[in-house]
């Protein structure tokens, strides 16, 4: 405990530390901007000194001008809204990818794949995404008129559409997997979320009152409002059961969020599903149904964003959005990832963890995330399936596929059965790509060529050869990928997100494995009960 004087005399050592740095700084300012051989712009320049200081903290904290906060501000406030798609610039064309189910540009006829070539009569060509993002967003209820080359015939036809309130449903898809166990989808922690997990969660019971537990997906959700978080640890945990607590440098700031209403079932066996891209409000609930040994964690570790951040206003306008406390949940563990490394939290071993424990005195560990009670293998994509995403070539054929068909069998019958022709198109649109043996062989050619050293040549030219065969038998090789993606994009065209659920629970082996445990009381009961 440190004494009265000398809490002041740490806080004098810290003031004079601030005031002495800020006068070098300002000085070194001064003599570069004064004395370098150069012509400097003073405004880049303290720029480059702000970002420097920003990105040596967090990825979170930013600095913002006033022309990026006005931007920024627009894209972030909630009262503002787009048009209900995902979108992005695919050969240079503005296109839509993904509109989102009961959404503007569903209810106007817009289409995946369409290109967008103008709003509101201004042409887009040459655009930034985030200028066209400014440009589609607007006050619910306001109308934009589009200008759209329609996938089907070529045509540029205008569409008005009128902004929504709400873009992304955050359950787009409940059922039941193998027969008596229910599934609830939540991709976004926005509005009501909490509410339609609850409905969700009553609607299955009310299907099949002998339900023997149901999963709850967070994979790839990336959080949103904490209050949501809260409500949806509510349907599941009982009244007044703390879920989180916010500590910051100023004690008179933290925080401590309960659950306030009754709970909708306390005793359902449930499992959560979370993977490497589950973060902040995600890592909340799962993290809290772990630490309360609610529900079993199935999957891979979660990303591991458990800061807060506030925006201050700075003069001239510009503004600084920085991290200013940090998420605690049950155990007393933070799931924040206390070492970044190119702006991502960097893997922390496991003894170097600090360990806690959960209400069933399970040990668990803090920093880096939450990690799951039953680890499963992540599924990695081969090269050359990547390849073909990353270049929008499976997009492509598929626009082309959908306008040669008007429905397809039902999801859990349809089957794509075209491989060879989508060989043909990718051929015909010359697709290549670099694997990784081939980027590691140039690298090490490079390397020999720059030392002149000709010992290796022969051998390069051989390792060549053999990475040119290889590549060859690469389509084949991962031929069961493509497929699965092209279904999975075909799917999607005719049964929006809502069908790309239900494709990829055909054969998900996270959902395979939360239901053999949850059909499995022992070992349930076994997983949460662990010392």
Same mark, same amino acid.
């Given at each position: 405990?440190?004494?009265?004087?000398?809490?002041?005399? $740490?806080?004098?050592?810290? !003031?004079?530390?601030?005031?002495?740095?800020?006068?070098?700084?300002?000085?070194?300012?001064?003599?570069?901007?004064?004395?370098?051989?150069?012509?400097?712009?003073?405004?880049?320049?303290?720029?480059?000194?702000?970002?420097?200081?920003?990105? =040596?903290?967090?990825?979170?904290?930013? #600095?913002?001008?006033?022309?990026?906060?006005?931007?920024?501000?627009?894209?972030?406030?909630?009262?503002?809204?787009?048009?209900?798609?995902?979108?992005?610039?695919?050969? +240079?064309?503005?296109? @839509?990818?993904?509109? #989102?189910?009961?959404?503007?540009?569903?209810?106007?006829?817009?289409?995946?794949?369409?290109?967008?070539?103008?709003?509101?009569?201004?042409?887009?060509?040459?655009?930034?995404?985030?200028?066209?993002?400014?440009? !589609?967003?607007?006050?619910?209820?306001?109308?934009?008129?589009?200008?759209?080359?329609?996938?089907?015939?070529?045509?540029? &036809?205008?569409?008005?559409?009128?902004?929504?309130?709400?873009?992304?449903?955050?359950?787009?898809?409940?059922?039941? @997997?193998?027969?008596?166990?229910?599934?609830?989808? !939540?991709?976004? #922690?926005?509005?009501?979320?909490?509410?339609?997990?609850?409905?969700?969660?009553?609607?299955?019971?009310?299907?099949?009152?002998?339900?023997?537990? @149901?999963?709850?997906?967070?994979?790839?959700?990336?959080?949103?409002?904490?209050?949501?978080?809260?409500?949806?640890?509510?349907?599941?945990?009982?009244?007044?059961?703390?879920?989180?607590?916010?500590?910051?440098?100023?004690?008179?700031?933290?925080?401590?969020?309960?659950?306030?209403?009754?709970?909708?079932?306390?005793?359902?066996?449930?499992?959560?599903?979370?993977? +490497?891209?589950?973060?902040?409000? =995600?890592?909340?609930?799962?993290?809290?149904?772990?630490?309360?040994?609610?529900? $079993?964690?199935?999957?891979?570790?979660? #990303?591991?964003?458990?800061?807060?951040?506030?925006?201050?206003?700075?003069?001239?306008?510009?503004?600084?959005?920085?991290?200013?406390?940090?998420?605690?949940?049950?155990?007393?563990?933070?799931?924040?990832?206390?070492?970044?490394?190119?702006?991502?939290?960097?893997?922390?071993?496991?003894?170097?963890?600090?360990?806690?424990?959960?209400?069933?005195?399970?040990?668990?560990?803090?920093?880096?995330?939450?990690?799951?009670?039953?680890?499963?293998?992540?599924?990695?994509?081969?090269?050359?399936?990547?390849?073909?995403?990353?270049?929008?070539?499976?997009?492509?054929?598929?626009?082309?596929?959908?306008? =040669?068909?008007?429905?397809?069998?039902?999801?859990?019958?349809?089957?794509?059965?075209?491989?060879?022709?989508?060989?043909?198109?990718?051929?015909?649109?010359?697709?290549?790509?670099?694997?990784?043996?081939?980027?590691?062989?140039?690298?090490?050619?490079?390397?020999?060529?720059?030392?002149?050293?000709?010992?290796?040549?022969?051998?390069?030219?051989?390792?060549?050869?053999?990475?040119?065969?290889?590549?060859?038998?690469?389509?084949?090789?991962?031929?069961?990928?493509?497929?699965?993606? !092209? &279904?999975?994009?075909?799917?999607?065209?005719?049964?929006?997100?809502?069908?790309?659920?239900?494709?990829?629970?055909?054969?998900?082996?996270? $959902?395979?494995?939360? @239901?053999?445990?949850?059909?499995?009381?022992?070992?349930?009961?076994?997983?949460?009960?662990?010392?």
């Amino acid at each position: 405990m440190i004494s009265g004087i000398a809490a002041v005399q $740490v806080n004098q050592d810290k !003031l004079f530390e601030i005031s002495k740095n800020l006068e070098i700084f300002v000085s070194v300012y001064k003599e570069l901007n004064t004395n370098f051989a150069d012509e400097l712009d003073p405004s880049t320049l303290m720029r480059t000194a702000i970002d420097a200081m920003t990105k =040596s903290l967090d990825p979170y904290t930013n #600095f913002y001008s006033e022309s990026q906060a006005a931007s920024y501000w627009l894209n972030d406030d909630e009262r503002y809204q787009g048009i209900g798609a995902k979108m992005d610039m695919i050969h +240079g064309q503005l296109t @839509v990818i993904e509109p #989102f189910e009961k959404g503007p540009a569903v209810k106007s006829g817009i289409k995946a794949g369409d290109i967008i070539v103008s709003i509101d009569g201004t042409q887009i060509a040459g655009k930034s995404m985030e200028e066209v993002n400014v440009m !589609l967003r607007g006050l619910p209820g306001t109308d934009v008129v589009l200008g759209i080359k329609a996938i089907k015939d070529g045509k540029i &036809e205008e569409h008005k559409v009128t902004r929504g309130e709400v873009n992304i449903p955050n359950v787009p898809y409940s059922g039941f @997997v193998a027969g008596d166990v229910g599934y609830i989808s !939540l991709t976004v #922690f926005t509005q009501m979320a909490g509410s339609n997990i609850q409905k969700a969660l009553k609607d299955l019971k009310d299907d099949n009152p002998n339900m023997s537990g @149901v999963i709850l997906d967070l994979r790839h959700n990336g959080g949103g409002l904490l209050h949501e978080a809260v409500n949806i640890c509510n349907i599941f945990i009982p009244k007044d059961e703390t879920v989180v607590t916010t500590k910051s440098k100023i004690r008179e700031r933290d925080q401590t969020f309960r659950t306030t209403g009754n709970p909708v079932d306390l005793d359902i066996p449930l499992a959560v599903l979370i993977d +490497g891209r589950s973060a902040s409000a =995600s890592e909340i609930v799962s993290g809290v149904m772990q630490d309360l040994d609610r529900g $079993v964690l199935i999957g891979q570790r979660s #990303f591991g964003k458990g800061l807060v951040q506030n925006t201050k206003d700075l003069p001239y306008n510009a503004r600084l959005k920085l991290t200013t406390s940090k998420y605690y949940i049950p155990s007393g563990r933070c799931i924040q990832g206390v070492e970044y490394e190119n702006g991502e939290p960097k893997d922390i071993p496991d003894s170097q963890r600090t360990k806690f424990k959960t209400k069933n005195k399970r040990v668990v560990l803090d920093g880096g995330g939450v990690s799951p009670d039953i680890t499963t293998e992540v599924k990695e994509l081969l090269p050359v399936t990547q390849a073909l995403l990353d270049q929008y070539l499976i997009f492509d054929y598929v626009n082309q596929y959908v306008n =040669s068909v008007d429905t397809i069998s039902s999801i859990d019958q349809y089957k794509f059965t075209q491989f060879d022709d989508f060989v043909k198109f990718i051929n015909k649109n010359k697709f290549s790509y670099n694997s990784d043996g081939e980027k590691a062989l140039q690298a090490a050619k490079m390397a020999f060529e720059k030392s002149k050293d000709g010992r290796y040549v022969e051998e390069i030219k051989k390792l060549e050869q053999m990475i040119a065969q290889g590549k060859s038998n690469e389509l084949v090789r991962a031929k069961d990928q493509i497929v699965y993606e !092209l &279904e999975k994009e075909i799917v999607t065209r005719f049964y929006l997100q809502k069908g790309k659920i239900q494709y990829n629970l055909r054969d998900d082996k996270d $959902v395979k494995e939360a @239901v053999t445990i949850l059909k499995d009381t022992k070992r349930y009961k076994q997983i949460l009960s662990r010392k």
